[in-house]
RNA sequence: GCGAGCGUGGCGGAAUAGGUAGACGCACUGGACUUAAAAUCCAGUGACCAUAUGGUCGUGGGGGUUCAAGUCCCCCCGCUCGUACCA
C-alpha cells in the first residue's frame, strides 16, 4: 500500500484546483450567490494561527455552500497600509512599499499551502494607488457632501509614534502599539460624519438577526444613545450661558452647582479675569484624566466667582465650578450638579460644602429624618419641587421639559456617546487625504483629473515625525482653482479606511470605478464575515456607517455590509519559563515524565499558564512548521475539531498527531480494497449489517449538515469520525458489498471534503470516481434509512434507570409496558403495583411505584 | 459598579420543544505484534461499593417545580470578556 503523503497530494490538487480555475466565481444567474468573506490581512510577513483557525473556518463554509449548488464569492487580499511598514523603514532601511510586497508574497505562499479555495483573481491590496485612488473619491464625495469637515480637537497623542490615535487605541491611558502614555494635544483634523448615522446604525443593528448578541450590545453601549434635556443656565455677569446636558430635568429642584469641564470654551473666557487660573487647572490634575483612569482618581475642582441663574427659581444663583471628572467629549461638557442624586454629585458637594436638596423620595410625601449617606438614585416621587411635587420621576421628566421648553430655556434632546470617526493620521504609509491649502481660497479638494494623489516614493525616515511634511516638492503645488502657490495636505488616512469598504471592492477589484454595480448589485450583502471579536466596535462599525454613508452618496445600494458574522475565538497555547524567568518557545521543549526540558541547555522548564499564543510570551507555533510536518489536511482538521469556532481553543502536540492518525486511517480505508471497477451507486441492502451501514451513513449526513449549518464544526467533526469508526467495522464479502462500501466512503468523503480537501480530492480518484470532488453535490439523506424499526428503550423507576428493552416501533403501549414489567431488573423492584407508567413513544419509559 | 457569557470525567468537549449524562477525541492502563522501543491493532477508562448480575453518588454550591432537571425557576459562589465618573 502506498503510504500517505501529504505534501505530495496537496501539492498535486492545489496545482489541479489552479490549473482548472476551480473556484474562479462570476454572475451566474440561475445560481444563488453566497458571499463568503474572512477578515482579511494585514500582511505582516507570516501566518500565524489565528488566520489558519480564520481561514479554515471560511473555507470550509465556502466549500460546502459550493456543494450545496450555490454560486460562491470567496475573495481574499491584504490590509496593506499600516505603521509596522514604516517602523520597519526606519529599522531596517527598506522601503515600506518594498517590505510590504515582499511580506504578501511570502504569505500568499504560505496561504497557498494550506489548500483555500480562492477565487485569486479577485485579489486587492489596499496600499496599491489602485485601491486607494478611490477612496480619495469618496472622500472628496464624502466632503462635497458634509459627510467629512475638518475641525480642531483634543486628540490622544501617542509620543512614541508621534501620531494621533483613536480612543479605541488607547488602552488603558497608553497606545495600543507602543503602550506609550498618551497625552493631550490640541490638533487639526479630518473627521467622518458617523454621528449623523447613530440612529441609523443604532435602529439597524434590530434587524441583524444573524450577528452575535455581544457584538450587537457592545455596538449598542458605544453608540449609547440617552433621552434628556439641554438646560441653558444663564450667567448675568458675563452675558453668556452655559448650556447643559441631563438625563434628569426632574431634579433640578435639588441643583446646587454647575462644573465645567477644563476643556469648555467657557473656561477660556473666564481665564481673561482670573490670571491664576492656569495655575489652578494644573491642580486638577489634568494629565490624568483621560476617560480611562478618571474613575481613580479624586474629583477635584475649582471655584469660579461666577455663578447661573436656576431656571425655574428666581434670584437663586448657583455656583460653577471647573471640575476634573467633567467629560468635554459627552454632552456639552458642561454639568448641573443635583448631589441628592448622583452619587458623583454627591461626593463633591461633600467635599466643597455644597447643598443637598432631597427631591426625590422613595414614598410619596415621605419625611427624612436622617440626612442621607448616599445619593438615592432610583425611581420615587418629586418633593421640594414646586409645581413638579407628587409626580413620578418619568412624568416630572416630562413636565420639566415643558416648562423648559415655555421659558425658551431648553428643550427635549437625545444625547448619544458616539463621536464622529477622526481619520487623519501623521503618518506616511497610509492614504493620502487628497486636500489642497490655499492661502487665497482655503481648504480645495484635488480635482478628479489629478487623482490619485500618490505617495511620493523617495522618501526620508530619518527625521522624527511624519516624513510626508519635509517632503518639500511633493507638498508644494499649485492651487487648482487660483493656481498660486498652495500646500498638500501631509496626513494620510486611518488604515481603517481601507478595510470599511473593501468587501465591496472585492466584487471587482480592477474596475475603473470604486464599486462596479452591476457586481455589486449581484454578489453584496457579504453572506457570512468571520473574524475576530476584537474588531466588534472598531471595524464593524465604521464599515456599517461607511456602507451607510456611500449609500447616500449613490455609489452603493444595500445599508447594511454583513448579513451574518461569526467572530472566533483565539488560538492559545501552553506557556513555558526557564530558571531565569524567561518564556521558551514550545518547539524548543521536550516532555519527559511529565516534566518539561529545553532541548538547548537540558535544563528543566516550568510550564506556566494556557494563553493566547504571543510573540511576547513565545507561546506560538508556526504554521508552516505543521504544514509542512503534517500537512494543511491535518491542521485544518485538528483546527475545527477540538473547539467550537466561537470559543478560545488550545493548540497541543497530542492533537495534531490525533488529527494526522486520523487521516492515516482514513487513507488505510480507502486503499484496504480495490473500489476501481465497483460502480459509485446506492443499492439495495440485503441484511441487517448493510441496513445499518446505510443508515449510519445517512444518519450522519443529516448530523453534520446541520452542525455546518449551525456552525458547530466540531460536532460536524465528531460524526464524521463515527461513521469512520463503523465504515472500518463494515465487513465486505460480496460485491453488493463492495457496493455499499463504495456507496458509503463516497459519501464519508463528501463530508469530510470542505475540511480537508486535499486528501478526499486524492481518495476521491483513487476509488476511480472520475470528476474532481470539488464539483460532486452535497448527498441527501435518504430518510428510508434514518428510521429503525428495532430500538432500545430504557426503563426507569421514579426516574432512575433499571434497564432497557429492544422494542420494535410497532409494539402497542400495552405490549411495552408489559416487556416493561417484566424486565429482571425492574421485576424486582416492584413489590407492589406501579401507581403509574409514563410512556414517552420511542424515547423512555418511567414507572412510578 | 454595570452588562454579557460560562461553570459537565485527568483534559478538550457532546447532550437543551425537560426523557439512557459523558458522544467524538486527547491522555492514561492492560494486552497483541517486536530482540526491544516507536508506530499500529484490540480492550478498558466519572467516583465509590461489590467476585459479579448490580448498587450508591455525580453536570460550581444550596433550595424549588416535575413521573423525570446538565437543561426550567429562586438564592449564592467562582471564572472570562466587554464597559465605565456617560451627567
Same mark, same amino acid.
Given at each position: 500500500?502506498?503510504?500517505y503523503?501529504?505534501?505530495?497530494?496537496?501539492?498535486?490538487?492545489?496545482?489541479?484546483?489552479e490549473k482548472?480555475?476551480?473556484f474562479?466565481?462570476?454572475?451566474?444567474k440561475?445560481?444563488?450567490?453566497?458571499?463568503?468573506?474572512?477578515m482579511?490581512?494585514?500582511?505582516?510577513?507570516?501566518?500565524?494561527?489565528?488566520?489558519?483557525?480564520?481561514?479554515?473556518?471560511?473555507d470550509?463554509?465556502?466549500?460546502?455552500?459550493?456543494?450545496?449548488?450555490?454560486?460562491?464569492?470567496h475573495?481574499?487580499?491584504?490590509? /496593506?497600509?499600516?505603521?509596522p511598514?514604516?517602523?520597519?523603514?526606519?529599522s531596517?532601511k527598506?522601503?515600506?512599499?518594498?517590505?510590504?510586497?515582499?511580506n504578501?508574497?511570502?504569505?500568499?505562499?504560505?496561504?497557498?499551502k494550506?489548500?483555500?479555495?480562492?477565487?485569486w483573481?479577485?485579489?486587492?491590496?489596499?496600499?496599491?494607488?489602485?485601491y486607494?485612488?478611490?477612496?480619495?473619491?469618496?472622500?472628496?464625495?464624502?466632503?462635497?457632501?458634509?459627510?467629512?469637515?475638518?475641525?480642531e480637537?483634543?486628540v490622544?497623542w501617542?509620543?512614541?509614534?508621534q501620531?494621533?490615535?483613536?480612543?479605541?487605541?488607547?488602552?488603558?491611558?497608553?497606545?495600543?502599539?507602543?503602550?506609550?502614555?498618551?497625552?493631550?494635544?490640541?490638533?487639526?483634523?479630518?473627521?467622518?460624519?458617523?454621528t449623523?448615522?447613530?440612529e441609523?446604525?443604532?435602529?439597524?443593528?434590530?434587524?441583524?438577526?444573524?450577528?452575535?448578541?455581544?457584538?450587537?450590545?457592545?455596538?449598542?453601549?458605544?453608540?449609547?444613545?440617552?433621552?434628556?434635556?439641554?438646560?441653558?443656565?444663564?450667567?448675568?455677569?458675563?452675558?453668556?450661558?452655559?448650556?447643559?446636558?441631563?438625563?434628569?430635568?426632574?431634579?433640578?429642584?435639588?441643583? /446646587?452647582?454647575i462644573?465645567?469641564?477644563?476643556?469648555?470654551?467657557?473656561?477660556?473666557k473666564?481665564?481673561k479675569?482670573?490670571?491664576?487660573l492656569?495655575?489652578?487647572?494644573k491642580?486638577?490634575?489634568?494629565?490624568?484624566t483621560?476617560?480611562?483612569?478618571?474613575?481613580?482618581?479624586?474629583?477635584?475642582?475649582?471655584?469660579?466667582?461666577?455663578?447661573?441663574?436656576?431656571?425655574?427659581?428666581?434670584?437663586?444663583?448657583?455656583?460653577?465650578?471647573?471640575?476634573?471628572?467633567?467629560?468635554?467629549?459627552?454632552?456639552?461638557g458642561?454639568?448641573?450638579?443635583?448631589?441628592?442624586h448622583?452619587?458623583?454629585?454627591?461626593?463633591?458637594?461633600?467635599?466643597?460644602?455644597?447643598?443637598?436638596?432631597?427631591?426625590?423620595?422613595?414614598?410619596?410625601?415621605?419625611?427624612?429624618?436622617s440626612?442621607?449617606?448616599?445619593?438615592?438614585?432610583?425611581s420615587?416621587?418629586?418633593t421640594?419641587?414646586d409645581?413638579?411635587?407628587g409626580?413620578?420621576?418619568?412624568?416630572?421628566?416630562?413636565?420639566?421639559?415643558?416648562?423648559?421648553e415655555?421659558l425658551?430655556?431648553?428643550?427635549?434632546?437625545?444625547?448619544?456617546?458616539?463621536?464622529?470617526w477622526?481619520?487623519?493620521?501623521?503618518?506616511?504609509?497610509?492614504?493620502?487625504?487628497p486636500?489642497?491649502?490655499?492661502?487665497?481660497?482655503?481648504?480645495?479638494?484635488?480635482p478628479?483629473?489629478?487623482?490619485?494623489v500618490?505617495?511620493p516614493?523617495?522618501?526620508?525616515?530619518?527625521?522624527?515625525?511624519?516624513?510626508?511634511?519635509?517632503q518639500?516638492?511633493?507638498?508644494?503645488v499649485?492651487?487648482?482653482?487660483?493656481s498660486?502657490?498652495a500646500?498638500?495636505?501631509?496626513?494620510?488616512?486611518?488604515?481603517?479606511?481601507?478595510?470599511?469598504?473593501?468587501?465591496?471592492?472585492?466584487?471587482d477589484?480592477?474596475?475603473?470605478d470604486?464599486?462596479?454595480?452591476?457586481?455589486?448589485?449581484?454578489?453584496?450583502p457579504?453572506d457570512?464575515?468571520?473574524g475576530?471579536?476584537?474588531?466588534?466596535?472598531?471595524?464593524?462599525?465604521?464599515?456599517?456607517?461607511?456602507i451607510?454613508?456611500?449609500n447616500?452618496?449613490?455609489?452603493?445600494?444595500?445599508?447594511?455590509?454583513?448579513?451574518?458574522?461569526?467572530?472566533?475565538?483565539?488560538?492559545?497555547?501552553?506557556?513555558?519559563?526557564?530558571?531565569?524567568?524567561e518564556?521558551?518557545?514550545?518547539?524548543?521543549?521536550?516532555?519527559?515524565?511529565d516534566?518539561?526540558?529545553?532541548?538547548?541547555?537540558?535544563?528543566?522548564v516550568?510550564?506556566?499558564?494556557?494563553?493566547?499564543?504571543?510573540?511576547s510570551?513565545?507561546?506560538?507555533?508556526?504554521?508552516?512548521?505543521?504544514?509542512?510536518?503534517y500537512?494543511?489536511?491535518?491542521?485544518?482538521f485538528f483546527?475545527?475539531?477540538?473547539s467550537?469556532?466561537?470559543?478560545?481553543m488550545?493548540?497541543?502536540?497530542?492533537?495534531?498527531e490525533?488529527?494526522?492518525?486520523?487521516?492515516?486511517?482514513?487513507?488505510?480505508?480507502?486503499?484496504?480494497?480495490?473500489?476501481?471497477?465497483?460502480?459509485?451507486?446506492?443499492?439495495?441492502?440485503?441484511?441487517?449489517?448493510?441496513?445499518?451501514i446505510?443508515?449510519?451513513?445517512?444518519k450522519?449526513?443529516?448530523?453534520?449538515?446541520?452542525a455546518?449549518?449551525?456552525?458547530?464544526?466540531?460536532?460536524?467533526?465528531?460524526?464524521?469520525?463515527?461513521?469512520?469508526?463503523?465504515?472500518?467495522?463494515?465487513?465486505?464479502?460480496t460485491?453488493?458489498?463492495?457496493?455499499?462500501?463504495?456507496?458509503?466512503i463516497?459519501?464519508?468523503?463528501?463530508?469530510?471534503?470542505?475540511?480537508c480537501?486535499?486528501?478526499?480530492?486524492?481518495?476521491?480518484?483513487?476509488?476511480?470516481?472520475?470528476?474532481?470532488?470539488s464539483?460532486?453535490?452535497?448527498?441527501?439523506?435518504?430518510?428510508?434509512?434514518?428510521?429503525?424499526?428495532?430500538i432500545?428503550l430504557?426503563?426507569?423507576?421514579?426516574g432512575?434507570?433499571?434497564g432497557?428493552?429492544?422494542?420494535?416501533?410497532s409494539?402497542?403501549?400495552?405490549?411495552?409496558?408489559?416487556?416493561?414489567?417484566?424486565?429482571?431488573?425492574?421485576?424486582r423492584?416492584?413489590?407492589?403495583p406501579?401507581k403509574?407508567i409514563?410512556?414517552?413513544?420511542?424515547?423512555?419509559?418511567?414507572?412510578?411505584?
Open positions: 500500500m502506498i503510504k503523503n501529504p505534501l505530495k497530494i496537496e501539492q498535486k490538487w492545489q496545482n489541479f484546483w482548472n480555475n476551480t474562479f466565481s462570476k454572475i451566474k440561475n445560481l444563488k450567490k453566497y458571499y463568503i468573506l474572512e482579511f490581512p494585514y500582511p505582516s510577513g507570516d501566518i500565524h494561527m489565528g488566520h489558519v483557525r480564520n481561514y479554515t473556518l471560511g470550509l463554509v465556502a466549500r460546502y455552500k459550493r456543494a450545496n449548488g450555490f454560486n460562491v464569492l475573495p481574499m487580499g491584504w490590509d /496593506s497600509f499600516g505603521l511598514a514604516e517602523n520597519a523603514a526606519i531596517n527598506v522601503h515600506p512599499k518594498t517590505w510590504t510586497e515582499k504578501i508574497q511570502n504569505m500568499k505562499t504560505q496561504l497557498k494550506m489548500g483555500l479555495s480562492y477565487d483573481t479577485k485579489e486587492l491590496s489596499t496600499c496599491s494607488s489602485n486607494y485612488k478611490h477612496e480619495q473619491k469618496i472622500f472628496i464625495e464624502f466632503y462635497k457632501k458634509g459627510l467629512a469637515y475638518q475641525k480637537t483634543i490622544n501617542d509620543p512614541v509614534e501620531t494621533v490615535l483613536a480612543n479605541e487605541q488607547v488602552i488603558e491611558g497608553r497606545g495600543w502599539r507602543s503602550d506609550a502614555k498618551i497625552e493631550k494635544k490640541r490638533m487639526k483634523g479630518w473627521f467622518l460624519k458617523i449623523d448615522f447613530a441609523e446604525l443604532l435602529e439597524d443593528l434590530k434587524a441583524l438577526k444573524n450577528w452575535p448578541e455581544k457584538v450587537k450590545l457592545m455596538q449598542k453601549n458605544w453608540i449609547g444613545k440617552s433621552f434628556g434635556a439641554h438646560i441653558d443656565f444663564h450667567v448675568e455677569e458675563i452675558n453668556d450661558k452655559i448650556t447643559v446636558f441631563s438625563t434628569r430635568p426632574d431634579t433640578l429642584f435639588g441643583a /446646587s452647582f462644573a465645567l469641564s477644563p476643556d469648555h470654551k467657557l473656561v477660556n473666564i481665564k479675569n482670573y490670571p491664576s492656569n495655575k489652578e487647572l491642580k486638577l490634575n489634568l494629565n490624568n483621560n476617560e480611562q483612569n478618571l474613575d481613580r482618581i479624586e474629583k477635584i475642582g475649582i471655584k469660579t466667582s461666577l455663578k447661573a441663574s436656576h431656571p425655574f427659581i428666581k434670584n437663586k444663583l448657583i455656583p460653577i465650578f471647573i471640575a476634573n471628572f467633567v467629560l468635554i467629549d459627552y454632552g456639552t458642561a454639568i448641573f450638579g443635583c448631589p441628592a448622583d452619587q458623583r454629585d454627591f461626593d463633591f458637594a461633600k467635599k466643597y460644602n455644597l447643598e443637598i436638596i432631597e427631591v426625590v423620595c422613595k414614598e410619596e410625601n415621605q419625611k427624612r429624618k440626612k442621607l449617606t448616599k445619593a438615592y438614585t432610583e420615587g416621587y418629586l421640594n419641587s409645581f413638579l411635587n409626580l413620578t420621576v418619568n412624568d416630572a421628566i416630562e413636565v420639566s421639559i415643558k416648562r423648559l415655555e425658551n430655556l431648553g428643550s427635549k434632546s437625545i444625547n448619544y456617546r458616539l463621536k464622529d477622526g481619520v487623519s493620521r501623521q503618518r506616511y504609509w497610509g492614504c493620502p487625504i486636500i489642497i491649502y490655499c492661502k487665497n481660497c482655503g481648504i480645495q479638494t484635488v478628479e483629473k489629478d487623482l490619485p500618490k505617495l516614493e523617495n522618501i526620508n525616515f530619518q527625521n522624527s515625525g511624519n516624513p510626508l511634511s519635509s518639500s516638492d511633493w507638498i508644494n499649485k492651487c487648482p482653482k487660483c498660486k502657490d500646500k498638500r495636505e501631509t496626513d494620510t488616512f486611518d488604515t481603517f479606511f481601507e478595510s470599511s469598504w473593501y468587501f465591496a471592492r472585492f466584487t477589484p480592477n474596475h475603473e470604486a464599486i462596479n454595480e452591476k457586481q455589486a448589485d449581484y454578489w453584496l457579504v457570512q464575515y468571520i475576530g471579536v476584537e474588531h466588534a466596535v472598531l471595524h464593524l462599525l465604521y464599515s456599517r456607517f461607511f451607510k454613508a456611500m447616500r452618496i449613490k455609489l452603493i445600494n444595500i445599508s447594511e455590509p454583513f448579513k451574518s458574522l461569526q467572530t472566533q475565538g483565539m488560538v492559545c497555547h501552553q506557556t513555558y519559563k526557564n530558571n531565569n524567568n518564556w521558551i518557545f514550545p518547539k524548543d521543549i521536550r516532555k519527559l515524565n516534566k518539561f526540558f529545553s532541548i538547548n541547555d537540558n535544563q528543566m516550568l510550564p506556566g499558564r494556557i494563553e493566547k499564543m504571543s510573540k510570551k513565545k507561546n506560538v507555533v508556526d504554521p508552516n512548521i505543521i504544514i509542512s510536518k500537512g494543511a489536511d491535518t491542521a485544518r483546527i475545527l475539531s477540538d467550537p469556532p466561537q470559543r478560545d488550545e493548540w497541543t502536540d497530542e492533537g495534531v490525533g488529527a494526522s492518525r486520523f487521516l492515516n486511517k482514513v487513507w488505510q480505508l480507502i486503499n484496504s480494497n480495490d473500489f476501481t471497477n465497483i460502480p459509485f451507486q446506492q443499492v439495495k441492502h440485503i441484511n441487517e449489517n448493510d441496513f445499518h446505510f443508515s449510519c451513513t445517512f450522519t449526513i443529516e448530523k453534520v449538515t446541520k455546518i449549518d449551525d456552525f458547530h464544526f466540531n460536532i460536524a467533526i465528531a460524526n464524521i469520525r463515527s461513521l469512520f469508526n463503523e465504515l472500518n467495522l463494515y465487513k465486505t464479502e460485491e453488493n458489498d463492495m457496493i455499499i462500501k463504495k456507496f458509503c463516497s459519501n464519508f468523503l463528501i463530508l469530510l471534503n470542505p475540511i480537501p486535499h486528501i478526499c480530492e486524492e481518495a476521491w480518484h483513487v476509488i476511480n470516481n472520475k470528476q474532481s470532488i464539483d460532486i453535490s452535497w448527498p441527501r439523506v435518504d430518510i428510508s434509512y434514518l428510521d429503525e424499526d428495532q432500545t430504557p426503563i426507569q423507576i421514579n432512575k434507570r433499571r432497557e428493552i429492544k422494542i420494535s416501533k409494539f402497542n403501549e400495552k405490549e411495552i409496558q408489559n416487556l416493561a414489567l417484566n424486565h429482571k431488573n425492574v421485576s423492584f416492584l413489590n407492589e406501579p403509574k409514563i410512556y414517552i413513544p420511542n424515547k423512555i419509559i418511567n414507572i412510578v411505584i
